[in-house]
């Protein structure tokens, strides 16, 4: 069984890995463009804001370890199309400029996203970045030296980590959202704010309702970032506006792209291709609370996929069982985190939804460091069927997230969440837990 895998980050590794473990005689080759393989994308902020020390702590493995597991990796390696018919891929090999035909019995398009570049930002200026990848990261940490200004564009998890990764490094930092709040994405209104004025009380100006018109420079880098209300100083300049599925491979392959225009795939994560699977943020999956389908490019679902994939290719048989929307991110002392859908999502799917708010502590009131924790819990009017959960709060406290999650990949009922016998010690919760409170509000 010759398996080839495209892309060796989270989907495309997770793969291997499995393939190789179902089926040790299968021959798994992972060609990645880049020169890295198997690291943790969602690490790149902390390193440059200083929490972790290196780029090189976020390599999961290295492509000598994975050999040695018995995956050949071929790093800076592009794949450039696919004859499904002759089930051959053209691979070009970027440092010895040749290319070659490689043939597979099951191929994995695991290619994941690229970053959106207004036409603003389709520039070679020094200092204008995208962080998607290592190279990225690396990228902006030498920017920053000697930088005093940033600008960053977009007010989405990655521009909210970044605003606070780069404050660390005692830049003034600006945020600039052309929405009128921030993490507009991922929660209602009110929780929007309550993420602005944290950022805003860590030291970031933040302008809402502004859109980015171009950039000016001088001998070749970035000087300053012109807008609507006028042009603002910026030695550095990220643009984290959002993400588009690399999927020009699967649709050379002949697959095809569903509603969210991501790579559909089956359970098995199949494509409509015989013997060609895609998993990983360039694929769309189910969501379990609206059945509808959904592109929500994260980590988990990337490397679940994968594992999916591998095992199918290697003959056994693993499905996907879909996502509820579950995210979480941290910005200055906030938490932040959903799962299914919010207030306003309910109501553009036609849902007659209700939320109810629950403002507590994360812990007991009397035991110290009690933080504030805001919760809100939305669900069906008529029946009680949980529809998704908010919570903003101190970083730990907001992992409660998951027990919701995990109710509505049952199709819970808020009497369900309130029925819970959920652990209670004062330095932990109050004895009614938030969630237990929200839910019986609800009930
Ligand atoms: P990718 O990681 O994008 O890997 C795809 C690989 O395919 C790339 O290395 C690319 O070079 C390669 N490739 C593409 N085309 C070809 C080709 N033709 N030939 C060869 N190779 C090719 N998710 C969370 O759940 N939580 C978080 O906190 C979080 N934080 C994040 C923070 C940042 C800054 C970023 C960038 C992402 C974050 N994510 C987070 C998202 C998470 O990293 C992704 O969901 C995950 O990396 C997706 O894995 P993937 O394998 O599908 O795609």
């Given at each position: 069984?010759?398996?080839?895998v495209?892309?060796?980050?989270?989907a495309?590794?997770?793969?291997?890995?499995?393939?190789?473990?179902?089926?040790?005689?299968?021959?798994?080759?992972?060609?990645?463009?880049?020169?890295?393989?198997?690291?943790?994308?969602?690490?790149?902020?902390?390193?440059?804001g200083?929490?972790?020390?290196r780029?090189?702590?976020?390599?999961?493995?290295?492509?000598?370890?994975?050999?040695?597991?018995?995956?050949?990796?071929?790093?800076?390696?592009?794949?450039?199309?696919?004859?499904?018919?002759?089930?051959?891929?053209?691979?070009?090999?970027?440092?010895?400029?040749?290319?070659?035909?490689?043939?597979?019995?099951?191929?994995?398009i695991?290619?994941?996203?690229?970053?959106?570049?207004?036409?603003?930002?389709?520039?070679?200026?020094?200092?204008?970045h995208?962080?998607?990848d290592?190279?990225?990261?690396?990228?902006?940490?030498?920017?920053?030296r000697?930088?005093?200004?940033?600008c960053?564009?977009g007010?989405?998890?990655?521009?909210l980590?970044?605003?606070?990764a780069?404050?660390?490094?005692?830049?003034?930092?600006?945020?600039?959202?052309?929405?009128?709040?921030?993490?507009?994405?991922?929660?209602d209104?009110?929780?929007?704010r309550?993420?602005?004025?944290?950022?805003?009380?860590?030291?970031?100006?933040?302008?809402?309702?502004?859109?980015?018109?171009?950039?000016?420079?001088?001998?070749g880098?970035?000087?300053?970032?012109?807008?609507?209300?006028?042009?603002?100083?910026?030695?550095?300049?990220?643009?984290?506006?959002?993400?588009?599925?690399?999927?020009?491979?699967?649709q050379?392959?002949?697959?095809?792209?569903?509603q969210?225009g991501?790579?559909?795939?089956?359970?098995?994560?199949?494509?409509?291709?015989?013997?060609?699977?895609?998993?990983?943020?360039?694929?769309?999956?189910?969501?379990?609370?609206?059945?509808?389908?959904v592109?929500?490019?994260?980590?988990?679902?990337?490397n679940?996929?994968?594992?999916?994939?591998g095992?199918?290719?290697?003959?056994?048989?693993a499905?996907?069982?879909?996502?509820?929307?579950?995210?979480?991110?941290?910005?200055?002392?906030?938490?932040?985190?959903?799962?299914?859908?919010?207030?306003?999502?309910?109501?553009?799917?036609?849902?007659?939804?209700?939320?109810v708010?629950?403002?507590?502590?994360?812990?007991?009131g009397?035991?110290?460091?009690?933080?504030?924790i805001?919760?809100?819990?939305?669900?069906?009017?008529?029946?009680?069927?949980?529809?998704?959960?908010?919570?903003?709060?101190?970083?730990?406290?907001?992992?409660?997230?998951?027990?919701?999650?995990?109710?509505?990949?049952?199709r819970?009922?808020?009497?369900?969440?309130?029925?819970?016998?959920?652990?209670?010690?004062?330095?932990?919760?109050?004895?009614?837990?938030?969630?237990?409170?929200?839910?019986?509000?609800?009930?």
């Amino acid at each position: 069984m010759r398996i080839v895998v495209v892309g060796g980050v989270a989907a495309g590794m997770s793969a291997a890995s499995r393939a190789r473990r179902h089926d040790p005689g299968a021959q798994v080759t992972v060609f990645e463009r880049g020169s890295e393989v198997s690291y943790g994308a969602c690490g790149l902020p902390y390193v440059i804001g200083g929490d972790v020390e290196r780029f090189e702590d976020l390599i999961a493995r290295t492509p000598a370890q994975l050999r040695g597991r018995g995956i050949g990796v071929r790093l800076r390696h592009e794949v450039t199309g696919v004859d499904a018919a002759a089930r051959t891929v053209t691979v070009q090999g970027r440092a010895a400029g040749r290319t070659v035909t490689e043939p597979y019995d099951r191929l994995l398009i695991a290619t994941g996203v690229r970053a959106v570049r207004p036409e603003w930002a389709q520039t070679d200026l020094g200092g204008v970045h995208v962080l998607r990848d290592l190279p990225d990261g690396r990228a902006i940490q030498a920017s920053l030296r000697g930088a005093r200004r940033a600008c960053i564009v977009g007010g989405g998890n990655i521009g909210l980590e970044m605003a606070e990764a780069l404050r660390s490094r005692g830049l003034e930092v600006t945020l600039l959202e052309q929405a009128p709040e921030v993490a507009g994405r991922m929660l209602d209104r009110e929780y929007q704010r309550r993420v602005r004025a944290e950022v805003e009380r860590g030291g970031v100006e933040v302008r809402c309702g502004t859109a980015v018109e171009g950039l000016g420079s001088r001998g070749g880098r970035v000087t300053e970032v012109q807008t609507g209300s006028g042009p603002l100083r910026a030695d550095v300049v990220i643009v984290a506006v959002g993400v588009q599925p690399n999927t020009e491979l699967a649709q050379a392959a002949g697959a095809a792209l569903g509603q969210t225009g991501a790579v559909a795939v089956n359970a098995r994560q199949e494509t409509r291709v015989e013997g060609v699977y895609a998993a990983g943020d360039n694929t769309e999956s189910t969501h379990r609370v609206t059945r509808r389908k959904v592109h929500l490019p994260l980590g988990l679902t990337a490397n679940r996929m994968g594992r999916v994939a591998g095992v199918n290719m290697a003959g056994g048989d693993a499905r996907f069982p879909g996502v509820v929307g579950t995210a979480i991110f941290k910005t200055f002392g906030l938490g932040v985190a959903r799962s299914g859908l919010t207030q306003a999502e309910a109501g553009e799917l036609g849902l007659d939804a209700l939320s109810v708010d629950v403002e507590s502590t994360d812990h007991a009131g009397y035991y110290k460091d009690a933080a504030p924790i805001h919760v809100r819990l939305t669900a069906e009017r008529a029946s009680g069927r949980l529809l998704g959960v908010q919570l903003v709060g101190q970083p730990g406290s907001v992992k409660r997230v998951d027990v919701v999650a995990a109710l509505l990949h049952r199709r819970g009922h808020a009497q369900d969440l309130f029925e819970l016998d959920l652990a209670y010690a004062p330095p932990f919760s109050g004895v009614w837990d938030v969630l237990l409170v929200a839910a019986d509000r609800l009930g």
